[in-house]
Nanobody, 124 residues
Framework: VQLQASGGGTVQAGGSLRLSCATS????????MGWFRQAPGKEREFVAA????????AYGDSVKGRFTISTDNAKITVYLQGNSLKPEDSAVYYC??????????????????WGQGTLVTVSS
């Protein structure tokens, strides 16, 4: 399965942005799709994850209440809607795939496949 992230760009603080992660190949209900981000000089940070069946959704503390993860089964695409964006949300955003469907979805080590990343810049 290959992942293709898109939708990044520059937005003013308080604005919104929607990222997409398109997949190729078969996605099973137990797979977990996750979004992570990495700012310069920082470690990759967990943003959100969803089990493809919809039975599990998780968010990182820094984005709870502002970001929403969703899936489109027809397009086999995962979305990340970010609202009320802050300058500290600026980072390269990556989508990842966990075929084992682990419940500790915040661990980067669970994800075997990654998209190429899309840059989000939030200006103050």
């Amino acid at each position: 399965v290959q992942l293709q992230a898109s939708g990044g760009g520059t937005v003013q603080a308080g604005g919104s942005l929607r990222l997409s992660c398109a997949t190729s190949g078969r996605i099973l209900d137990n797979y977990v799709m996750g979004w992570f981000r990495q700012a310069p000089g920082k470690e990759r940070e967990f943003v959100a994850a969803v089990r493809w069946s919809g039975s599990m959704i998780a968010y990182g503390d820094s984005v709870k209440g502002r970001f929403t993860i969703s899936t489109d089964n027809a397009k086999i695409t995962v979305y990340l809607q970010g609202n009320s964006l802050k300058p500290e949300d600026s980072a390269v955003y990556y989508c990842g795939l966990d075929r084992e469907g682990a419940y500790d979805s915040w661990r980067t080590s669970n994800y075997e496949s990654w998209g190429q990343g899309t840059l989000v810049t939030v200006s103050s």
